[in-house]
């Protein structure tokens, strides 16, 4: 059995489909799935059971799971970077993923787990997947900082060698309609593009930047879910491994390739970038993917224009989900 925590979000019901697609069935969804339309990524997902999180946490704590796991792939958090309640991110984020390796290592269960580029900050040190320079980050946000938290955790406690954290970069794609705020810039945009048929986008207060310009590593995330699966099969590979494309893009190149999918003309209107988003802005990231490549990955990744094309064209202009 395979348990997919955060098995109804984003990535997570990602990696349900294409572990479907790989011929697995014997899943195990663990989430919560409130009040918005977070259940509409299921429907067309093959698994055995959904375990409420909460019930979920409470039987590994007893150990009281009563049939064999092969892994358990952890992409259960809250992901919002602007969320306030710091105590709810240390619970959430990372006491419950503290739980879930001892639980692993413990019982010879392969773990996976949802680190994030928000632990590299404003990137002035750098985006290198190395364990060795974890003490010198430093975060943005409070969602980038418990993520940080369990991953220094795990380095003292010398279980990185044992276990595999993932960095995704800016992941992009289906599924992630529910996601209010913390959606992509691609959902977004299509949204703006439909409505006014014109895209806003920041102005830059960095002079090395033009408007329009601060660059992101963006990712699509059937590539995200491939890198990450690469880990499930290959299980003498463990430590931290960015997750991204290894190419650094301006939001105006993602935005062209938007209208290009959709066959309008290019629209942009630039604004003010929001008060509280100024001394927390990042103007570049980059995912250094030299290490996933030395752990064998090789399948090519989407560029971006490819990745929004299949996105727009046969997921939001269809408004279809992965698995329907």
Same mark, same amino acid.
């Given at each position: 059995m395979i348990i997919v925590t955060g098995g109804a979000g984003f990535i997570g019901s990602a990696i349900v489909w294409r572990l479907n697609s790989l011929g697995y069935e014997q899943i195990i969804i663990?989430? +919560?799935l409130g009040t918005n339309d977070k259940w509409k990524n299921l429907v067309g997902l093959k698994f055995q059971e959904f375990i409420h999180k909460d019930n979920f946490i409470s039987l590994v704590i007893e150990?009281?799971?009563?049939?064999?796991?092969?892994?358990?792939? @952890?992409?259960?958090?809250?992901?919002?970077?602007t969320?306030?309640?710091?105590? @709810?991110l240390f619970s959430n984020n990372y006491l419950y993923t503290q739980e879930l390796a001892k639980y692993s290592l413990s019982k010879n269960i392969r773990f996976i787990y949802a680190s994030s580029a928000a632990?590299?900050?404003?990137?002035?040190?750098?985006?290198?997947?190395?364990e060795s320079k974890l003490e010198t980050l430093r975060p943005l946000n409070m969602y980038g900082y418990s993520k940080?938290?369990?991953?220094?955790?795990?380095?003292?406690?010398?279980?990185?060698?044992?276990?595999?954290?993932i960095k995704y970069f800016n992941v992009y794609g289906p599924n992630e309609y529910h996601k209010g705020e913390m959606r992509s810039v691609v959902h977004k945009a299509f949204e703006q593009v439909r409505d006014t048929g014109k895209v806003r986008l920041?102005?830059?207060?960095?002079?090395?930047?033009?408007?329009?310009?601060?660059?992101?590593?963006?990712?699509?995330?059937?590539?995200?879910v491939d890198m990450t699966l690469h880990f499930l099969e290959n299980k003498d590979k463990n430590g931290l491994y960015n997750v991204g494309s290894g190419v650094a893009r301006t939001w105006?190149?993602?935005?062209?390739?938007?209208?290009?999918?959709?066959?309008?003309?290019?629209?942009? +209107?630039?604004?003010?970038?929001? +008060?509280q988003l100024k001394e927390k802005y990042q103007y570049f990231t980059e995912a250094n993917l030299s290490k996933i490549k030395s752990a064998g990955y090789k399948k090519e990744i989407n560029s971006l224009e490819t990745g929004i094309s299949d996105y727009v064209k046969n997921y939001l202009l269809k408004n279809q989900y992965l698995g329907y």
């Open positions: 663990v989430d +919560e150990d009281s799971i009563d049939f064999p796991v092969e892994a358990i792939i @952890h992409m259960g958090a809250n992901s919002s970077t969320e306030k309640d710091a105590d @709810h632990t590299y900050g404003d990137g002035s040190l750098g985006f290198d997947d190395d940080h938290l369990f991953d220094l955790w795990a380095k003292r406690n010398n279980i990185l060698d044992k276990i595999v954290g920041f102005k830059s207060l960095n002079p090395k930047y033009k408007d329009g310009e601060q660059m992101r590593d963006f990712i699509y995330v059937k590539d995200a105006i190149d993602l935005v062209k390739a938007l209208f290009n999918a959709l066959e309008k003309p290019v629209n942009i +209107e630039f604004i003010d970038l929001p +008060e």
